[in-house]
């Protein structure tokens, strides 16, 4: 399963993007989704996560109150709003598709990855 990830960008702190990320083949609309970053020299680390239809959403804290995730259920494509940008919130953006429906906070419970779209915040 190829997935697609989109949107990223240079931008000033303070502004907004919107990272999409489409599958080619739908089998993400039952699954839970979720996107993750990786900054230069850290560790990959969980942004959000949903379950398949998106009543359960889950925020890493750094970025509750400015990111929403969310999916379009019939095409399988999540998205991720990102608002009041920082420049520590620089980093590869990936997308990925669960294992299962529900919500899941651990990569390894993730199947399917994203190539990854870049994120810069300058100051």
């Known amino acids: 399963v190829q997935l697609q990830a989109s949107g990223g960008g240079l931008v000033q702190a303070g502004d907004s993007l919107r990272l999409s990320c489409t599958v080619a083949?739908?089998?993400?609309?039952?699954?839970?989704m979720g996107w993750f970053r990786q900054a230069p020299g850290k560790e990959r680390e969980i942004v959000a996560a949903?379950?398949?239809?998106?009543?359960?959403?889950y925020y890493t804290d750094s970025v509750k109150g400015r990111f929403t995730i969310s999916k379009d259920i019939a095409k399988g494509t999540a998205f991720l709003q990102m608002n009041s940008l920082k420049p520590e919130d620089t980093a590869v953006y990936y997308c990925?598709?669960?294992?299962?429906?529900?919500?899941?906070?651990?990569?390894?419970?993730?199947?399917?990855w994203g190539q990854g779209t870049q994120v810069t915040v300058s100051s």
């Open positions: 083949k739908r089998t993400s609309s039952n699954n839970g």
């Open positions: 990925a598709v669960g294992l299962g429906s529900g919500l899941n906070t651990d990569g390894t419970r993730y199947r399917y």
């Open positions: 949903l379950n398949w239809n998106g009543a359960l959403t």
